[in-house]
């Protein structure tokens, strides 16, 4: 079976390579837990969506909450991407690396003021609201800095994605978006606020999603209210499609993003709306499997039930298997000819939910190192320093170039802003 993140991740005879480097030259280099990302793998997974929305007006905003490295930003924005961002920290990083404001979406649930404040003088494309209580806010904030905010509603168009439920938001249930029966007369209202100014809508009903029909679903339940607003006389500029498709961890088939899009475009098209802006916030599928994490087996403990790998990579690096109870790829980055055996692969943590993977046929001595594939999304974005574990470095290969994109931390900087008392 292909790697995930294949060709960019391959085998050369029995040792892992990402792009033109060896992953063991990279653990040699800058020691392990480490987080290596594929430019070549990033640039592959935007191609699709710059050929599927080439012919018409368009925004790919990279939704960074998936991985807000600074070099993945810049990779994105020199492709022309925008971000689609959910906090004033998200803001600061399109602004360190030169990215145009007038390129981001603003979304999330629970904006502060102060929020509020800073991206409308930073001039962001859109502010994707999701409350009746955030549009008085924002006009508000807007009002009082003499400013008009654009805005779309995010609406929840109660849609089941059948993903995991953490990452299910288009439910009724869910505490996302505006409800479909409700949007018209909120717009209605925005429309007559004096700090907002109407710009589009917007819908994203979860993530990890590998079937096409729940996304044409909420379309076609997003273009009845486009068409409802319409009638009511106010214009929608764009429409927001919302987050990307899932990608494959494991076995998983997935629709390619081309026949995806393609899907949803020609519905648009058919539906009378062709000539209206897209936009898209695609986040795992643009980087979920350019990136691996490194790890380094560092004890093999045969138990009464289970046989541990205790690697050097713990929930704290990754939570991905810890919180969404995820299956991650784990191959070695040198294959040995030994037998293998069923080990579960786990970190040093002290909580038992500290795992990365159970019951994984691997071929291990202490000391190998083994690689995490399809971590480059939700991976180190997520990333804690419980147990005051420093979080790994991360480096970017480009071809036989490899840029280290972030130091490992220092165990000081841990608690550089504690203070004793006394
Ligand atoms: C997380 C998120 C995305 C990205 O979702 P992916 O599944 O990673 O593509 C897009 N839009 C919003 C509003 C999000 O919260």
């Given at each position: 079976?292909?790697?995930?993140?294949?060709?960019?991740?391959?085998?050369?005879?029995?040792?892992?390579?990402?792009?033109?480097?060896?992953?063991?030259?990279?653990?040699?280099?800058?020691?392990?837990?480490?987080?290596?990302?594929?430019?070549?793998?990033?640039?592959?997974?935007?191609e699709?969506?710059?050929?599927?929305?080439?012919?018409?007006?368009?925004?790919?905003?990279?939704?960074?909450?998936?991985?807000?490295?600074?070099a993945?930003?810049?990779?994105?924005?020199?492709?022309?991407?925008?971000?689609?961002?959910?906090?004033?920290?998200?803001?600061?990083?399109?602004?360190?690396?030169?990215?145009?404001?007038?390129?981001?979406?603003?979304?999330?649930?629970g904006?502060?003021?102060?929020?509020?404040?800073?991206?409308?003088?930073?001039?962001?494309?859109?502010?994707?609201?999701?409350?009746?209580?955030?549009?008085?806010?924002?006009?508000?904030?807007?009002?009082?800095?003499?400013?008009?905010?654009?805005?779309?509603?995010?609406?929840?168009?109660?849609?089941?994605?059948?993903?995991?439920?953490?990452?299910?938001?288009?439910?009724?249930?869910?505490?996302?978006?505006?409800?479909?029966?409700?949007?018209a007369?909120?717009?209605?209202?925005?429309?007559?606020?004096?700090?907002?100014?109407?710009?589009?809508?917007?819908?994203h009903?979860?993530?990890?999603?590998?079937?096409?029909?729940?996304?044409?679903?909420?379309?076609?339940?997003?273009?009845?209210?486009?068409?409802?607003?319409?009638?009511?006389?106010?214009?929608?500029?764009?429409?927001d499609?919302?987050g990307?498709?899932?990608?494959?961890?494991?076995?998983?088939?997935?629709?390619?993003?081309?026949?995806?899009?393609?899907?949803?475009?020609?519905?648009?098209?058919?539906?009378?709306?062709?000539e209206?802006?897209?936009?898209?916030?695609?986040?795992?599928?643009?980087?979920?499997?350019?990136?691996?994490?490194?790890?380094?087996?560092?004890?093999?403990?045969?138990?009464?039930?289970?046989?541990?790998?205790?690697?050097?990579?713990?929930?704290?690096?990754?939570?991905?298997?810890?919180?969404?109870?995820?299956?991650?790829?784990?191959?070695?980055?040198?294959?040995?000819?030994?037998?293998?055996?069923?080990?579960?692969?786990?970190?040093?943590?002290c909580?038992?939910?500290?795992?990365?993977?159970?019951?994984?046929?691997?071929?291990?001595?202490?000391?190998?190192?083994?690689?995490?594939t399809?971590?480059?999304a939700?991976?180190?974005?997520?990333?804690?320093?419980?147990?005051?574990?420093?979080?790994?470095?991360?480096?970017?290969?480009?071809?036989?170039?490899?840029?280290?994109?972030?130091?490992?931390?220092?165990?000081?900087?841990?608690?550089?802003?504690?203070?004793?008392i006394?």
């Amino acid at each position: 079976m292909n790697l995930p993140g294949a060709p960019f991740l391959h085998r050369r005879g029995s040792d892992l390579w990402l792009e033109d480097t060896a992953v063991a030259d990279l653990a040699a280099a800058y020691g392990t837990p480490l987080y290596a990302y594929s430019r070549g793998a990033m640039r592959a997974a935007l191609e699709p969506y710059r050929m599927a929305l080439a012919a018409r007006p368009h925004l790919v905003c990279y939704a960074m909450k998936a991985n807000s490295n600074l070099a993945v930003l810049q990779t994105f924005a020199a492709l022309g991407c925008g971000f689609d961002i959910v906090s004033a920290g998200e803001l600061r990083r399109v602004l360190a690396i030169g990215g145009d404001p007038a390129r981001v979406v603003f979304s999330g649930v629970g904006k502060t003021r102060d929020e509020m404040r800073f991206a409308l003088a930073s001039g962001v494309r859109c502010f994707n609201v999701e409350s009746e209580s955030e549009l008085h806010q924002l006009s508000d904030v807007a009002r009082a800095e003499r400013r008009r905010a654009p805005v779309s509603l995010r609406v929840n168009p109660d849609v089941d994605p059948k993903t995991h439920p953490y990452i299910s938001t288009g439910l009724r249930g869910n505490k996302f978006g505006v409800a479909h029966d409700r949007a018209a007369a909120l717009y209605r209202l925005a429309a007559e606020l004096p700090g907002l100014e109407i710009a589009g809508i917007a819908c994203h009903i979860g993530s990890q999603i590998t079937d096409t029909a729940p996304y044409l679903e909420a379309l076609d339940r997003l273009l009845d209210l486009v068409e409802a607003i319409d009638r009511d006389g106010l214009r929608l500029h764009h429409i927001d499609l919302g987050g990307g498709l899932g990608i494959r961890y494991r076995d998983e088939t997935v629709p390619a993003t081309a026949d995806w899009l393609g899907a949803m475009l020609a519905r648009i098209d058919t539906r009378g709306h062709g000539e209206r802006e897209i936009l898209v916030e695609p986040g795992r599928s643009l980087v979920g499997n350019a990136g691996i994490l490194v790890t380094r087996a560092l004890v093999l403990k045969p138990g009464a039930e289970h046989d541990f790998c205790i690697v050097d990579a713990a929930m704290n690096d990754l939570m991905r298997p810890a919180l969404y109870d995820a299956w991650m790829g784990i191959t070695p980055v040198a294959q040995r000819s030994d037998p293998p055996q069923l080990w579960d692969v786990v970190g040093p943590i002290c909580e038992s939910g500290d795992w990365l993977g159970r019951a994984r046929e691997l071929a291990l001595r202490e000391g190998d190192l083994l690689a995490v594939t399809s971590a480059g999304a939700y991976a180190m974005a997520m990333a804690s320093n419980y147990n005051s574990r420093p979080r790994a470095a991360e480096v970017m290969v480009d071809g036989s170039a490899v840029h280290l994109v972030r130091e490992r931390e220092t165990v000081q900087s841990l608690y550089a802003g504690e203070r004793t008392i006394g």
